[in-house]
């Protein structure tokens, strides 16, 4: 059984401007000690897909249309808030973004840290106080006694972020959600933070889901991707292969336009024409159509399922989780993907259907 399984997943926003159609029918399965990388430009559903797992969307705009989330056997759309609460922290954490707004300014960290290990374990506040000095030494805060008694303001962005860390390794949870964890922090610290990760999961066991859309970052410490966008997963595979041979339009995009160390010389960055879609609009075929060279009139339609190349599943690998996916009516060929762009005699990419076409 899987430790975490996600089906179906439909995530909406009801504005002033229309709904949001923010997640679209995402589906995936977490193992016990498998790290997870959720990659994608902003807005694609990363993060919402996560803060609904944890059932954290804010209210009442954002709410789950359909889906289930079944964590060790338990659907957690269907437990009361109480029993979703005695969940969050001791079996699933999530290390936010931006410390600095998820830590309290007016709180030191000793109370912060303390009250999150005596809200889920019947501990003394000596035994709670201990634990946290033994959680900031273990993240490699030096003087853990004296820094406890610090404010948020007092630490640096690579410090505050270890003392997330360690709040979410406090109860060491089984699942842990990170969700763009080295977001404004400079190279050095990124590195140090990622090892640190890294580290405590595997000593643990912990399974993570890393959130994040620097690639870099999921090659070194993923083992399987899912790609997303506008709401949909449109790729997953293992690490190696997707970096090997990507398989959608829009991974190669985003492979293509990342600096490599390997490039050649006055080797070109090939950015991904177009925009994102407005998510206001309710998705009609395949979202990543008006920016696809690819694109073919099926896919001005249809939305592939995840898997389907015209019925196909479209390459096999190893690993235990042996199935290179993919969300595509035309899937570019090896060569294609080199090269960042179609290689055949007379294509050209189908263009949108004009209304008239539509009406038909």
Same mark, same amino acid.
């Given at each position: 059984?899987?430790?975490?399984?996600?089906? %179906?997943?439909?995530?909406?926003?009801?504005? !002033?401007?229309?709904?949001?159609?923010? *997640?679209?029918?995402?589906?995936?399965?977490?193992?016990?000690?498998?790290?997870?990388?959720?990659?994608?430009?902003?807005?694609?559903?990363?993060?919402?897909?996560?803060?609904?797992?944890?059932?954290?969307?804010?209210?009442?705009?954002?709410?789950?249309?359909?889906?289930?989330?079944?964590?060790?056997?338990?659907?957690?759309?269907? @437990? %009361?808030?109480?029993?979703?609460?005695?969940?969050?922290?001791? %079996?699933?954490?999530?290390? #936010?973004?931006?410390?600095?707004?998820?830590?309290?300014?007016?709180?030191? @960290?000793?109370?912060?840290?303390?009250?999150? @290990?005596?809200?889920?374990?019947?501990?003394?506040?000596?035994?709670?106080?201990?634990?946290?000095?033994?959680?900031?030494?273990?993240?490699?805060?030096?003087?853990?006694?004296?820094?406890?008694?610090?404010?948020?303001?007092?630490f640096s962005g690579g410090m505050?972020?270890?003392?997330?860390?360690?709040m979410a390794l406090a109860l060491?949870?089984?699942?842990?959600?990170?969700?763009?964890?080295?977001?404004?922090?400079?190279?050095?610290?990124?590195?140090?933070?990622?090892?640190?990760?890294?580290?405590?999961?595997?000593?643990?066991?912990?399974?993570?889901?890393?959130?994040?859309?620097?690639?870099?970052?999921?090659?070194?410490?993923?083992?399987?991707?899912? *790609?997303?966008?506008?709401?949909?997963?449109?790729?997953?595979?293992?690490?190696?292969?997707? #970096?090997?041979?990507?398989? !959608?339009?829009?991974? @190669?995009?985003?492979?293509?336009?990342?600096?490599?160390?390997?490039?050649?010389?006055?080797?070109?960055?090939?950015?991904?024409?177009?925009?994102?879609?407005?998510?206001?609009?309710?998705?009609?075929?395949?979202? #990543?159509?008006?920016?696809?060279?690819?694109?073919?009139?099926?896919?001005?339609?249809?939305?592939?399922?995840?898997? /389907?190349?015209?019925?196909?599943?479209?390459?096999?690998?190893?690993?235990?989780?042996?199935?290179?996916?993919?969300?595509?009516?035309?899937?570019?060929?090896?060569?294609?993907?080199?090269?960042?762009?179609? %290689?055949?005699?007379?294509?050209? /990419?189908?263009?949108?259907?004009?209304?008239?076409?539509?009406?038909?």
């Open positions: 059984m899987h430790l975490l399984s996600v089906s %179906d997943l439909v995530v909406r926003f009801r504005t !002033h401007d229309g709904t949001v159609h923010a *997640v679209n029918g995402v589906s995936f399965d977490l193992d016990e000690g498998e790290t997870l990388g959720l990659v994608g430009e902003s807005g694609c559903g990363k993060s919402v897909t996560n803060l609904a797992v944890m059932r954290l969307l804010p209210r009442p705009a954002g709410h789950i249309e359909r889906g289930s989330a079944v964590f060790e056997g338990q659907d957690l759309f269907e @437990i %009361d808030e109480s029993a979703m609460r005695d969940i969050r922290g001791k %079996d699933i954490a999530m290390i #936010f973004q931006d410390p600095m707004t998820s830590l309290n300014p007016v709180l030191r @960290i000793e109370e912060q840290m303390v009250e999150t @290990i005596r809200a889920h374990r019947k501990v003394s506040t000596k035994d709670a106080r201990e634990r946290a000095i033994e959680l900031l030494g273990m993240v490699g805060i030096p003087q853990p006694e004296k820094r406890l008694r610090d404010y948020p303001h007092q505050r972020q270890r003392v997330m860390i360690a060491e949870p089984k699942l842990l959600i990170a969700d763009e964890p080295t977001t404004a922090l400079d190279v050095t610290i990124q590195a140090q933070v990622l090892e640190l990760l890294s580290r405590l999961a595997a000593e643990r066991n912990t399974a993570v889901i890393l959130i994040t859309h620097d690639l870099g970052v999921v090659a070194g410490m993923t083992r399987r991707v899912n *790609v997303m966008y506008a709401g949909f997963v449109v790729e997953t595979a293992a690490t190696s292969d997707l #970096f090997a041979r990507p398989l !959608h339009p829009y991974t @190669i995009g985003l492979l293509h336009s990342m600096p490599r160390l390997d490039a050649e010389e006055g080797e070109p960055l090939v950015p991904i024409e177009g925009v994102p879609p407005d998510l206001r609009q309710a998705p009609v075929g395949c979202p #990543f159509a008006p920016r696809c060279a690819w694109a073919i009139d099926r896919c001005w339609a249809d939305m592939p399922a995840l898997g /389907a190349m015209d019925g196909v599943v479209a390459i096999e690998t190893t690993g235990a989780n042996p199935t290179h996916r993919v969300a595509c009516w035309n899937v570019p060929t090896p060569d294609e993907a080199r090269l960042a762009h179609p %290689d055949r005699p007379g294509f050209h /990419a189908a263009p949108a259907p004009t209304v008239a076409e539509i009406a038909r």
